[in-house]
Protein backbone atom coordinates (compact mmCIF):
# COMPACT_ATOMS: atom_id res chain seq x y z
CA UNK A 1 0.00 0.00 0.00
CA UNK A 2 1.43 3.46 -0.85
CA UNK A 3 1.15 5.93 1.53
CA UNK A 4 0.25 9.79 0.21
CA UNK A 5 2.53 12.02 0.58
CA UNK A 6 0.83 14.47 2.26
CA UNK A 7 0.10 11.76 5.28
CA UNK A 8 3.66 11.54 5.91
CA UNK A 9 4.16 15.27 6.28
CA UNK A 10 1.56 15.57 8.55
CA UNK A 11 2.62 12.53 10.47
CA UNK A 12 6.24 14.04 11.29
CA UNK A 13 5.00 17.15 11.86
CA UNK A 14 2.50 15.78 14.73
CA UNK A 15 5.15 13.29 16.18
CA UNK A 16 8.63 13.93 15.94
CA UNK A 17 8.25 16.63 18.49
CA UNK A 18 7.38 14.08 21.07
CA UNK A 19 10.18 11.80 19.85
CA UNK A 20 12.29 14.51 20.31
CA UNK A 21 11.24 15.69 23.74
CA UNK A 22 11.64 11.95 24.75
CA UNK A 23 15.85 11.82 23.54
CA UNK A 24 17.22 15.46 24.21
CA UNK A 25 16.12 16.59 27.57
CA UNK A 26 18.28 13.56 29.56
CA UNK A 27 21.20 14.84 27.66
CA UNK A 28 20.77 18.42 28.87
CA UNK A 29 18.66 19.52 25.84
CA UNK A 30 15.54 21.10 24.86
CA UNK A 31 14.57 20.85 21.98
CA UNK A 32 12.63 23.92 19.37
CA UNK A 33 11.58 24.71 16.19
CA UNK A 34 12.99 27.40 14.16
CA UNK A 35 11.54 29.03 10.79
CA UNK A 36 13.68 29.73 8.01
CA UNK A 37 11.58 30.43 5.42
CA UNK A 38 12.55 33.96 5.54
CA UNK A 39 15.64 33.09 4.25
CA UNK A 40 14.95 30.80 1.58
CA UNK A 41 14.71 27.58 3.85
CA UNK A 42 12.18 25.45 5.47
CA UNK A 43 11.38 25.07 9.35
CA UNK A 44 13.13 22.53 10.87
CA UNK A 45 13.62 20.96 14.83
CA UNK A 46 17.02 21.69 16.02
CA UNK A 47 18.16 20.81 20.18
CA UNK A 48 18.88 23.51 22.13
CA UNK A 49 21.21 23.71 25.09
CA UNK A 50 19.01 23.99 28.44
CA UNK A 51 19.01 27.54 29.62
CA UNK A 52 20.87 28.60 33.54
CA UNK A 53 19.88 31.84 34.90
CA UNK A 54 22.41 32.35 38.03
CA UNK A 55 21.95 35.21 40.45
CA UNK A 56 24.66 37.08 41.16
CA UNK A 57 25.05 39.78 43.97
CA UNK A 58 27.99 40.82 46.07
CA UNK A 59 31.39 39.68 44.61
CA UNK A 60 31.92 36.73 46.71
CA UNK A 61 28.57 35.61 45.15
CA UNK A 62 29.16 36.85 41.79
CA UNK A 63 32.45 34.55 42.29
CA UNK A 64 30.40 31.65 43.61
CA UNK A 65 27.88 31.53 40.66
CA UNK A 66 31.11 31.96 38.59
CA UNK A 67 32.46 28.70 39.41
CA UNK A 68 29.44 26.77 39.53
CA UNK A 69 28.45 28.19 35.74
CA UNK A 70 32.01 26.75 34.79
CA UNK A 71 31.24 23.05 36.26
CA UNK A 72 27.78 23.30 33.82
CA UNK A 73 29.39 23.34 30.20
CA UNK A 74 26.63 21.23 28.68
CA UNK A 75 23.94 23.97 29.67
CA UNK A 76 23.56 27.71 28.37
CA UNK A 77 24.77 29.66 31.22
CA UNK A 78 23.62 33.34 32.13
CA UNK A 79 23.99 35.72 34.69
CA UNK A 80 21.82 38.35 36.46
CA UNK A 81 22.47 40.51 39.92
CA UNK A 82 19.66 40.08 42.14
CA UNK A 83 16.02 42.15 40.80
CA UNK A 84 12.60 42.51 42.27
CA UNK A 85 10.16 43.58 40.46
CA UNK A 86 8.52 45.40 43.11
CA UNK A 87 7.55 48.65 41.07
CA UNK A 88 7.61 50.72 44.49
CA UNK A 89 11.11 49.32 45.23
CA UNK A 90 12.21 49.69 41.62
CA UNK A 91 11.07 53.53 41.56
CA UNK A 92 14.01 53.98 44.56
CA UNK A 93 16.31 52.41 42.90
CA UNK A 94 16.15 54.29 40.09
CA UNK A 95 15.52 57.67 41.68
CA UNK A 96 17.17 57.77 45.02
CA UNK A 97 20.48 56.42 46.77
CA UNK A 98 18.96 55.18 49.63
CA UNK A 99 19.09 51.51 48.69
CA UNK A 100 22.72 51.62 46.99
CA UNK A 101 24.65 49.65 49.95
CA UNK A 102 22.43 46.91 48.88
CA UNK A 103 22.79 44.00 46.51
CA UNK A 104 19.80 45.37 44.69
CA UNK A 105 21.43 48.99 44.50
CA UNK A 106 23.19 50.09 41.19
CA UNK A 107 27.13 49.91 43.17
CA UNK A 108 26.85 45.99 43.52
CA UNK A 109 24.97 45.37 39.74
CA UNK A 110 27.95 47.95 38.18
CA UNK A 111 30.91 45.75 39.59
CA UNK A 112 29.09 42.42 39.04
CA UNK A 113 28.67 43.31 35.46
CA UNK A 114 31.94 44.84 35.01
CA UNK A 115 33.47 41.71 35.95
CA UNK A 116 30.99 39.36 33.99
CA UNK A 117 31.71 41.16 31.17
CA UNK A 118 35.54 40.81 31.54
CA UNK A 119 35.10 37.41 31.18
CA UNK A 120 32.68 37.01 28.45
CA UNK A 121 29.72 35.95 30.43
CA UNK A 122 26.69 36.39 29.33
CA UNK A 123 24.48 39.23 31.17
CA UNK A 124 20.21 38.99 31.28
CA UNK A 125 19.23 41.64 34.10
CA UNK A 126 15.81 40.75 35.41
CA UNK A 127 15.97 37.63 33.13
CA UNK A 128 13.65 39.05 30.24
CA UNK A 129 15.67 37.96 27.23
CA UNK A 130 14.78 33.71 27.87
CA UNK A 131 12.86 31.40 29.30
CA UNK A 132 14.79 29.41 31.64
CA UNK A 133 14.94 25.68 32.57
CA UNK A 134 16.61 26.71 35.82
CA UNK A 135 17.72 29.24 38.14
CA UNK A 136 20.03 29.41 40.73
CA UNK A 137 19.73 31.76 43.80
CA UNK A 138 22.07 33.25 46.31
CA UNK A 139 19.14 34.24 48.45
CA UNK A 140 15.93 33.11 49.00
CA UNK A 141 14.83 36.58 50.64
CA UNK A 142 13.81 38.10 47.59
CA UNK A 143 12.59 36.02 44.67
CA UNK A 144 9.82 37.26 42.05
CA UNK A 145 6.70 35.58 41.77
CA UNK A 146 7.68 34.83 37.81
CA UNK A 147 10.50 33.53 38.51
CA UNK A 148 8.95 30.86 40.78
CA UNK A 149 7.48 29.16 37.47
CA UNK A 150 10.81 27.15 37.13
CA UNK A 151 13.03 25.03 38.95
CA UNK A 152 14.57 27.10 41.82
CA UNK A 153 18.15 26.18 43.48
CA UNK A 154 19.18 27.96 46.34
CA UNK A 155 23.16 28.34 47.28
CA UNK A 156 24.07 29.75 50.58
CA UNK A 157 26.60 32.30 50.30
CA UNK A 158 28.26 32.30 53.74
CA UNK A 159 27.09 33.28 57.08
CA UNK A 160 23.61 34.93 57.75
CA UNK A 161 23.09 37.27 60.47
CA UNK A 162 21.96 36.35 64.27
CA UNK A 163 18.26 35.64 64.62
CA UNK A 164 16.53 38.03 66.68
CA UNK A 165 13.04 39.60 68.21
CA UNK A 166 13.00 41.19 64.56
CA UNK A 167 13.49 37.88 62.86
CA UNK A 168 10.57 36.45 64.82
CA UNK A 169 7.95 39.30 64.51
CA UNK A 170 8.52 39.04 60.65
CA UNK A 171 7.94 35.87 60.23
CA UNK A 172 5.22 35.65 62.65
CA UNK A 173 3.15 37.99 60.91
CA UNK A 174 3.81 36.74 56.70
CA UNK A 175 5.90 39.56 55.87
CA UNK A 176 8.85 39.93 53.69
CA UNK A 177 12.00 38.31 54.76
CA UNK A 178 13.61 41.40 54.09
CA UNK A 179 11.98 43.59 56.35
CA UNK A 180 14.21 42.29 58.94
CA UNK A 181 16.92 44.64 57.99
CA UNK A 182 19.73 41.60 57.73
CA UNK A 183 20.08 38.21 56.79
CA UNK A 184 18.72 36.28 59.49
CA UNK A 185 15.53 35.08 57.33
CA UNK A 186 17.72 34.11 54.49
CA UNK A 187 17.54 30.15 53.63
CA UNK A 188 14.11 30.05 55.56
CA UNK A 189 11.39 31.12 52.91
CA UNK A 190 11.00 27.52 51.54
CA UNK A 191 10.42 29.16 48.23
CA UNK A 192 13.03 26.89 46.65
CA UNK A 193 13.14 23.48 45.39
CA UNK A 194 16.65 22.47 47.14
CA UNK A 195 19.18 24.60 49.27
CA UNK A 196 22.79 23.27 48.82
CA UNK A 197 24.42 24.68 52.60
CA UNK A 198 27.99 24.82 53.68
CA UNK A 199 28.13 22.15 56.72
CA UNK A 200 25.80 19.36 58.73
CA UNK A 201 25.62 22.26 61.35
CA UNK A 202 23.68 24.23 58.38
CA UNK A 203 21.41 22.25 57.42
CA UNK A 204 20.29 22.09 60.91
CA UNK A 205 20.14 25.45 61.51
CA UNK A 206 17.97 26.17 57.62
CA UNK A 207 16.49 22.73 59.03
CA UNK A 208 15.05 24.73 62.30
CA UNK A 209 14.09 28.20 60.40
CA UNK A 210 11.52 25.96 58.41
CA UNK A 211 12.83 24.72 55.29
CA UNK A 212 12.07 20.38 55.33
CA UNK A 213 15.52 18.84 55.95
CA UNK A 214 14.86 16.61 52.81
CA UNK A 215 15.42 19.52 50.54
CA UNK A 216 18.54 20.65 52.28
CA UNK A 217 21.74 18.84 50.75
CA UNK A 218 25.56 19.60 52.21
CA UNK A 219 27.68 20.14 49.24
CA UNK A 220 29.60 23.09 50.96
CA UNK A 221 30.29 26.22 49.64
CA UNK A 222 32.76 27.67 46.66
CA UNK A 223 35.04 30.29 48.39
CA UNK A 224 35.35 29.00 51.48
CA UNK A 225 35.70 24.76 51.38
CA UNK A 226 39.31 24.81 51.01
CA UNK A 227 40.44 27.58 52.88
CA UNK A 228 44.22 25.27 53.65
CA UNK A 229 44.52 26.28 50.55
CA UNK A 230 45.34 29.77 51.86
CA UNK A 231 48.44 29.16 53.96
CA UNK A 232 50.88 28.85 50.26
CA UNK A 233 50.66 32.61 49.74
CA UNK A 234 52.93 35.41 49.15
CA UNK A 235 50.85 37.78 51.29
CA UNK A 236 54.50 40.08 52.58
CA UNK A 237 53.56 40.56 56.34
CA UNK A 238 52.89 38.21 58.78
CA UNK A 239 52.40 38.07 62.75
CA UNK A 240 49.91 40.62 63.17
CA UNK A 241 46.67 41.11 64.65
CA UNK A 242 44.04 41.05 62.13
CA UNK A 243 40.68 42.53 62.18
CA UNK A 244 38.42 41.90 59.18
CA UNK A 245 35.05 44.69 59.17
CA UNK A 246 31.43 44.59 58.44
CA UNK A 247 29.42 46.90 56.39
CA UNK A 248 26.95 47.35 59.49
CA UNK A 249 26.62 51.03 58.74
CA UNK A 250 25.99 50.59 55.24
CA UNK A 251 23.13 48.03 55.29
CA UNK A 252 20.94 50.45 57.84
CA UNK A 253 22.15 49.09 61.15
CA UNK A 254 23.66 51.06 64.25
CA UNK A 255 27.42 50.43 64.58
CA UNK A 256 29.90 52.19 66.98
CA UNK A 257 33.11 52.07 64.89
CA UNK A 258 35.06 53.66 67.19
CA UNK A 259 34.41 51.37 70.44
CA UNK A 260 35.38 48.71 67.96
CA UNK A 261 38.39 50.21 66.89
CA UNK A 262 39.46 50.89 70.59
CA UNK A 263 38.52 46.81 71.67
CA UNK A 264 41.15 45.58 68.57
CA UNK A 265 43.27 48.10 70.04
CA UNK A 266 43.31 46.57 73.43
CA UNK A 267 43.08 42.73 72.09
CA UNK A 268 46.51 43.57 70.05
CA UNK A 269 47.97 44.41 73.03
CA UNK A 270 50.74 46.36 71.03
CA UNK A 271 51.11 44.17 68.22
CA UNK A 272 50.75 45.16 64.93
CA UNK A 273 47.05 45.21 63.76
CA UNK A 274 46.09 44.79 60.01
CA UNK A 275 42.30 45.87 59.02
CA UNK A 276 40.65 44.35 55.83
CA UNK A 277 37.29 46.65 55.18
CA UNK A 278 34.82 45.15 54.16
CA UNK A 279 34.52 46.05 50.49
CA UNK A 280 30.67 47.53 50.70
CA UNK A 281 31.94 50.15 52.91
CA UNK A 282 32.51 53.70 52.92
CA UNK A 283 35.94 53.73 52.50
CA UNK A 284 37.06 57.17 53.32
CA UNK A 285 34.89 56.90 56.45
CA UNK A 286 36.63 53.60 57.36
CA UNK A 287 40.06 54.27 56.87
CA UNK A 288 40.14 58.07 58.59
CA UNK A 289 38.30 56.05 61.59
CA UNK A 290 41.13 53.89 61.76
CA UNK A 291 43.82 56.51 61.86
CA UNK A 292 42.14 58.09 64.20
CA UNK A 293 41.81 55.48 66.89
CA UNK A 294 44.72 52.83 65.96
CA UNK A 295 48.05 52.91 66.07
CA UNK A 296 50.14 54.97 63.54
CA UNK A 297 51.41 51.83 61.98
CA UNK A 298 48.10 49.87 61.80
CA UNK A 299 48.43 48.18 58.25
CA UNK A 300 44.68 48.97 56.34
CA UNK A 301 43.77 47.32 53.14
CA UNK A 302 40.73 47.67 51.19
CA UNK A 303 41.31 45.51 48.98
CA UNK A 304 43.40 41.76 48.11
CA UNK A 305 42.93 38.16 49.47
CA UNK A 306 41.53 38.47 52.73
CA UNK A 307 42.00 34.51 53.34
CA UNK A 308 45.57 34.71 52.44
CA UNK A 309 45.71 37.79 54.95
CA UNK A 310 43.78 35.41 57.41
CA UNK A 311 46.49 32.47 56.85
CA UNK A 312 49.24 34.85 57.39
CA UNK A 313 47.85 36.10 61.38
CA UNK A 314 47.85 35.45 64.96
CA UNK A 315 44.82 36.34 65.92
CA UNK A 316 41.70 37.46 64.16
CA UNK A 317 38.84 39.87 64.99
CA UNK A 318 35.20 40.06 62.99
CA UNK A 319 32.03 41.22 63.31
CA UNK A 320 29.27 39.40 61.31
CA UNK A 321 31.70 37.99 59.25
CA UNK A 322 32.19 35.00 57.00
CA UNK A 323 35.74 34.85 57.35
CA UNK A 324 35.67 33.91 61.20
CA UNK A 325 35.01 30.42 59.60
CA UNK A 326 38.51 30.95 57.49
CA UNK A 327 40.06 31.42 61.13
CA UNK A 328 38.14 29.15 62.74
CA UNK A 329 39.69 26.12 60.36
CA UNK A 330 43.43 27.18 60.83
CA UNK A 331 43.20 27.34 64.27
CA UNK A 332 43.61 30.76 64.90
CA UNK A 333 42.15 33.13 67.95
CA UNK A 334 39.40 33.97 66.52
CA UNK A 335 36.79 37.08 68.16
CA UNK A 336 33.02 37.46 66.46
CA UNK A 337 29.78 38.66 67.56
CA UNK A 338 28.93 34.90 67.25
CA UNK A 339 29.47 32.06 69.78
CA UNK A 340 32.38 30.48 69.02
CA UNK A 341 30.73 26.99 69.87
CA UNK A 342 28.09 27.77 67.91
CA UNK A 343 30.60 28.78 64.53
CA UNK A 344 32.45 25.31 65.30
CA UNK A 345 29.10 23.40 64.22
CA UNK A 346 28.23 25.92 61.45
CA UNK A 347 32.00 26.09 60.30
CA UNK A 348 31.97 24.79 56.02
CA UNK A 349 32.73 21.53 55.12
CA UNK A 350 36.25 21.84 54.01
CA UNK A 351 36.51 19.29 50.49
CA UNK A 352 39.28 20.30 48.46
CA UNK A 353 37.10 23.21 46.33
CA UNK A 354 34.73 20.21 45.31
CA UNK A 355 31.84 22.89 46.35
CA UNK A 356 30.83 24.19 42.84
CA UNK A 357 30.74 20.45 41.18
CA UNK A 358 28.79 19.13 43.65
CA UNK A 359 26.33 22.26 43.60
CA UNK A 360 26.06 21.95 39.32
CA UNK A 361 25.57 17.88 39.67
CA UNK A 362 22.55 18.66 42.20
CA UNK A 363 21.76 20.76 39.45
CA UNK A 364 22.10 18.40 36.48
CA UNK A 365 20.51 15.69 38.33
CA UNK A 366 17.76 18.00 38.82
CA UNK A 367 17.57 19.12 35.14
CA UNK A 368 17.20 15.45 33.64
CA UNK A 369 15.30 14.13 35.86
CA UNK A 370 12.93 16.31 33.75
CA UNK A 371 11.13 18.36 36.60
CA UNK A 372 11.44 21.49 35.38
CA UNK A 373 8.75 23.93 34.51
CA UNK A 374 6.37 22.09 36.16
CA UNK A 375 6.12 24.31 39.76
CA UNK A 376 2.34 24.91 40.97
CA UNK A 377 0.82 26.71 43.65
CA UNK A 378 0.91 24.91 46.01
CA UNK A 379 3.11 21.60 47.18
CA UNK A 380 -0.48 19.56 47.21
CA UNK A 381 -0.74 20.02 43.41
CA UNK A 382 2.99 19.56 42.52
CA UNK A 383 3.32 16.48 40.37
CA UNK A 384 7.13 16.19 41.50
CA UNK A 385 7.77 13.49 43.91
CA UNK A 386 10.74 15.95 45.93
CA UNK A 387 11.40 13.24 48.69
CA UNK A 388 11.89 10.55 45.90
CA UNK A 389 13.89 13.14 44.03
CA UNK A 390 15.96 14.08 46.53
CA UNK A 391 16.74 10.54 48.13
CA UNK A 392 18.37 9.91 44.62
CA UNK A 393 20.76 13.29 44.86
CA UNK A 394 21.19 12.55 48.70
CA UNK A 395 22.61 8.86 48.01
CA UNK A 396 26.22 10.21 48.84
CA UNK A 397 25.26 12.68 51.50
Excluded at 259 to 273: D, M, P, Q, S
Aim: net charge positive; aromatic share 10%.
Amino acid sequence: MVVPQYYKRITKKIFTPFILAAIYPMRGFNVQRRDYSAHGGSSKWIEMKKKVLLITGSMNQTLQMQQIAEQLPDYDCWFSQLFTDNPIVNFLLERVSLLDGTILGKKHRNIAESYLRSHNLKIDYRGTLNHYDLVIYCTDMLIPKRMRKTGIVFVQEGMTDRVTWRSHVVKALGLPAWFTGDTSLNGSSNTCDIYCVASPGYKAHFTRNGIPPHKILVTGIPNYDNVRDSLANDFPHKDYVMVATSDIRETFRWENRKAFIKEAVRVAAGRRLLFKLHPNEKMDRAVDEIKNFAPADTLIYQRGNTLEMIANCIELITQYSTVVYAGIILKKKVHSYFDRDILQQLKPWQNNGASAANIAQVCRNYLQLGIVSKRHQSPEESPVDMPRLLDVMNEHQ
